[in-house]
């Protein structure tokens, strides 16, 4: 099972941009697509991006597309979210997914097996 710790929130203002990274370790991890999902207070976990094995295919939430780009580098072992045009409403702790030998097209949390312990990421307005 892929070990998963991501990095990069904090506090940023509206219009900003944040990098995510997220580090993977104890598997091969070019086995895994890989996805980011975030949760906002009092709200249930939401699914953001999402990226093939490879790297060559990706999907994203409508509420991001144009302004979030997810990528990854399988030398590196890491996948990351470049966050820009950021919102208040973008606000949440943002966790990073791992799912095994899988097409990266599920945007359910369930269909992800392995977590990161996410990273918050705050837009002020």
């Known amino acids: 099972q892929v070990q998963l710790v991501e990095s990069g929130g904090g506090l940023v203002q509206a219009g900003g941009s944040l990098r995510l990274s997220c580090a993977a370790s104890?598997?091969?991890?070019?086995?895994?697509?890989m996805g980011w999902f975030r949760q906002a207070p009092g709200k249930e976990r939401e699914f953001v991006a999402s990226?093939?094995?490879?790297?060559?295919?990706?999907d994203y939430a409508g509420s991001v597309k144009g302004r979030f780009t997810i990528s990854r580098d399988n030398v590196k072992n890491t996948v990351y979210l470049q966050m820009s045009s950021l919102k208040p409403e973008d606000t949440a702790v943002y966790y990073c997914?791992?799912?095994?030998?899988?097409?990266?097209?599920?945007?359910?949390?369930?269909?992800?097996?392995?977590w990161g312990q996410g990273t918050r990421v705050t837009v002020s307005s």
């Open positions: 997914a791992a799912r095994r030998d899988g097409s990266h097209y599920h945007t359910s949390p369930l269909d992800f097996g392995s």
């Open positions: 104890g598997d091969i991890f070019t086995s895994y697509a």
């Open positions: 990226i093939s094995r490879g790297g060559s295919s990706t």
